[in-house]
């Protein structure tokens, strides 16, 4: 019988990392869908020969738009439970297993933080450290749930969660807009401690700090709240 698990991985021209990526989570066993959002180069040759589901959208819609296209797959394909896992190998996918477990323990969604274990605090960039805070402001004050690490991608939502949450935010506002649904709809949330990779290549592709307001605009104009 198939995995029920489904592991969601948007990607936008990660050419570089997507099948290493994707390597150090096959011995995990559960489904691997690969959403590819319009790359300007397919990542299809790197995967081809791997067992993963390939999804493509033919222009660059934004991670949201990605991540809701694998949340559709799995639902309908019976899905008890995803996991969002970024495309350039900055998750740890041992983590995994502990995000399952806190959903089979009670939580409906699960979202790693880097901000729970001084260790892992001490590894983020300090500009990087300033923008994260400036989205966890953001998010607090417009989702009134205050989270040590609001805008991580790595998280986990139960077949509950998956039923409740649909995004219409397509770009990087959609993790505030998870947050504000998870209120809405009354689901149990818990943060648990999780390290990123920051490599070079991370580093490289990083978010830059007028991102935070970018955010904030997107939210205010498509009232998502």
């Not at 041992?94 to 590894?123: Q, T």
């Not at 989270?147 to 219409?168: E, T, V």
Request: aromatic content about 8%; charged content about 25%.
């Amino acid at each position: 019988m198939p995995d029920d698990v489904f592991i969601i991985i948007p990607c936008y021209n990660e050419t570089a990392v997507i099948r290493q990526t994707v390597k150090q989570l096959l011995p995990l066993g559960h489904q691997l869908v690969i959403v590819d959002d319009g790359s300007t180069q397919s990542p299809w040759p790197q995967l081809q020969d791997l067992p993963v589901h390939f999804l493509r959208h033919p222009v660059n819609l934004g991670q949201g738009a990605a991540l809701q296209t694998g949340m559709d797959y799995a639902k309908a394909r019976l899905a008890r439970a995803v996991i969002h896992f970024d495309a350039d190998g900055q998750h740890d996918a041992g983590d995994i297993p502990r995000f399952l477990a806190a959903l089979d323990d009670g939580a409906d969604v699960v979202i790693g933080s880097r901000f729970l274990r001084p260790e892992d605090v001490k590894r983020i960039p300090v500009t990087k450290r300033w923008l994260l805070q400036a989205a966890r402001i953001v998010n607090g004050l417009f989702t009134r749930v205050w989270l040590s690490d609001a805008h991580n991608g790595f998280r986990a939502l139960n077949r509950k969660a998956l039923d409740k949450i649909r995004l219409a935010e397509n770009r990087m506002a959609h993790a505030t807009e998870i947050i504000a649904q998870i209120r809405t709809h009354r689901l149990v949330i818990r943060e648990l401690p999780t390290a990123i990779g920051y490599s070079d290549y991370a580093r490289a592709k990083g978010q830059k700090w007028y991102h935070a307001f970018n955010i904030l605009i997107d939210l205010i104009l498509n009232k998502i709240l």
